[in-house]
């Protein structure tokens, strides 16, 4: 999950190999030379996009990894692309791509055995990580881009598509045979399309997910921790958070997000869609002060008395720290947080923590929230759309999503081919739950100024979490601010520059399914 724009880049602390790519020194002085014009043997390029080039030596020895591969050779697609027929039309391409500057250096290391596959040259046009979308917003207006491809916060796709400055990716995706349909439903839905046209790859595929100490939770609940059936619902999960509060020994009872701006809504959303909370009707007027987004706040205020010292200043940063310093005794983050917590080099927590299913509340539905992520596209005003297409593929390709998340470095595989890997389970402990959950899986409208609610609506839920305004205030001012934000982005009398038919499939996708456990 990737967040700028006046919050912290999660993937300013996780990179701890390639985030965008393959591990540095894969294909640096090893890589196959080759002089200029001619192109290394494409098998050989691929073969070295490999677990044992890729993955960190102390990752594969501490849990005994061999050489084999985490994903399916067979539903990999740079491994069933033809790569002679991308040569034959796009060697000599160059393509620009717009990226945060912190993330600069693995990204170039990342694209060289694309370039040695493809014969396109990738040029980085590296943006600072705070003005990502004042960059790319100006330069949309202008008309006149400076990059043929971004990758940015998937909240910002609507602002980006509504307006045309995106391409279109259908006709490319089917040429070259992308694997759409081993997309979970709600990446390929929420990361890709827009108005039923596909103008997105997905590339960080995240989902929040709840996350308990196993050695302090075993004390409050008087036995071993069922992933299902310990914390079954919100309420229990009020109660053994106040239990382990109670335990003592400098652990809190609970990490969560509630600083200002999205980070508090984030949280609320992640509760309240549990409740049958949608947002919007069909109408597109929000809907933030019904009782399911009431049930919502009333849960995450009882939590929040629970929750760590400092919780209202707690963006994602503040909340790894404390979930991975074992200062709280459960914690409500993305999926990440248990894999990082594997990871003895960053975690105090290895082998003492477990993720759950996401409780649920009376009522509701078993909805685990897709929230954050990022989504790759290609400028409507490229010279080169289908070669900057291509690159974007190979960065999104399973084998290298499998990889990143054996690394740990936070860049989440969004592929069921993936997810299903057993391996790739061993060095991934939330990746069971992680994939049973995703066909149940709620995710917030991509719709043009969504980014500014979630940050109008987070100070204000922050000012409840704080006790300045009560819950229903929270909401109400929230509402308020959406309105007049939707107006301003074109959305009056149930229309708008977003069809709702067109977004409806992906708000929710776990209707009518049995549930995973």
């Known amino acids: ?88 039309e796009f060697a000599g391409v160059t393509v620009r791509f717009a990226i945060g500057a912190a993330d600069q250096e693995s990204a170039a290391e990342g694209l060289v ?17 705070d003005s990502i979308y004042d ?18 916060f998937s909240a910002w796709l609507g602002d980006f598509a509504a307006p045309g400055f995106l391409a279109p990716l259908d006709d490319y995706a089917a040429k070259w045979a992308l694997p759409l349909d081993d997309f979970y439903d709600t990446y390929r839905l929420n990361y890709g399309y827009v108005n039923g046209q596909l103008v997105g790859i997905p590339f960080d595929c995240d989902i929040q997910m709840v ?22 619902t919100y309420d229990e999960l ?67 008395k629970n929750a760590i010292e400092g919780v209202a200043g707690a963006g994602w940063g503040e909340n790894r720290a404390a979930w991975l310093g074992g200062q709280v005794a459960a914690n409500i983050s993305w999926q990440d947080s248990g894999t990082q917590a594997m990871r003895p080099d960053q975690s105090q927590i290895v082998g003492d923590f477990v993720t759950i299913y996401e409780p649920r509340i009376e009522g509701g539905v078993f909805a685990p929230p897709n929230i954050a992520g990022s989504t790759s596209v290609v400028t409507a005003t490229s010279p080169n759309p289908e070669a900057a297409f291509l690159m974007l593929a190979f960065l999104t ?31 991934s402990q939330p990746m069971e739950v992680w994939a049973a959950s995703l066909d149940h899986a709620w995710c917030s409208p991509r719709l043009p100024g969504m980014f500014e609610m979630e940050q109008a609506l987070g100070n204000e839920i922050n000012r409840a979490i704080t006790g300045q305004i009560t819950g229903r205030e929270a909401l109400e001012n929230g509402q308020a601010a959406w309105t007049a934000i939707m107006a301003k982005n074109g959305f009056a009398n149930g229309t708008g520059p977003i069809n709702y038919a067109d977004v409806a499939p992906g708000l929710y996708v776990g209707a009518g399914k049995p549930l995973p456990f």
């Open 1 to 88: 999950m990737i967040i700028r724009r006046g919050g912290l880049s999660r993937r300013s602390f996780l990179r701890t190999g390639a985030a965008m790519g393959l591990a540095a020194g894969a294909f640096g002085p090893r890589a196959p030379a080759f002089a200029q014009g001619a192109l290394p043997d494409i098998q050989a390029t691929l073969d070295a996009i490999s677990v044992a080039n890729y993955v960190r030596e102390d990752y594969r020895a501490l849990y005994g990894m061999t050489d084999e591969p985490l994903w399916d050779p067979a539903r990999d697609w740079i491994r069933t692309v033809d790569w002679e027929a991308v040569r034959s």
């Open 113 to 129: 055995p694309f370039t040695a596959l493809s014969g396109i040259e990738v040029e980085l046009v590296p943006i600072p990580d």
């Open 135 to 152: 960059k790319a917003i100006a330069e949309f207006i202008s008309g006149n881009a400076s990059f043929d491809a971004l990758q940015f």
């Open 211 to 232: 996350h308990l100490r196993t050695s302090i939770m075993e004390q409050v609940l008087g036995g071993p921790v069922d992933r299902a059936a310990s914390v079954p």
């Open 238 to 304: 009020i109660r053994v958070t106040a239990e382990a509060n109670r335990l003592g020994n400098g652990v809190a009872g609970l990490g969560m997000l509630g600083a200002r701006g999205f980070w508090s809504t984030y949280t609320w959303q992640h509760i309240a869609a549990q409740a049958g909370m949608m947002l919007f009707d069909d109408q597109w007027n929000p809907t933030l002060t019904t009782d399911a987004g009431m049930k919502g706040m009333d849960i995450l205020l009882a939590l929040s």
């Open 397 to 427: 390709t399973s084998s290298i999503m499998a990889m990143n998340e054996a690394n740990a470095n936070g860049v989440a595989p969004g592929y069921r081919s993936v997810l299903s890997n057993e391996r790739l389970r061993a060095v």
